[in-house]
């Protein structure tokens, strides 16, 4: 599972919080200062929105939805 944020997202520390809380194993990808990452993200999943949150088989949620979350981090568990 991978977060991609920024610094001044207000979401981005809830999900993060909440996967710690779910013990839900990630990797955070600060987009802060990197655009070019940022703009290929937004190409592939069609959003610039953050957190984006990809699992390991390429699914992706935007935001802090948990249903969202809890849907993502099952699928990757199924593996």
Do not use: W
Not at 21 to 44: F, G, Q, W
Not at 50 to 64: K, Q
Request: include cysteine; charged fraction near 25%; charge should be neutral.
């Amino acid at each position: 599972m991978t977060i991609y944020t920024t610094q001044t997202c207000v979401y981005c520390p809830m999900v993060k919080k909440y996967f710690d809380l779910k013990n839900v194993k990630y990797e955070t990808v600060d987009l802060t200062n990197n655009r070019e990452l940022h703009n290929e993200l937004a190409k592939k999943y069609q959003t610039v929105s953050v957190p984006l949150v990809v699992n390991d088989r390429g699914s992706f949620t935007t935001g802090f939805n948990i249903s969202n979350l809890l849907a993502l981090a099952a699928e990757e568990e199924i593996k």
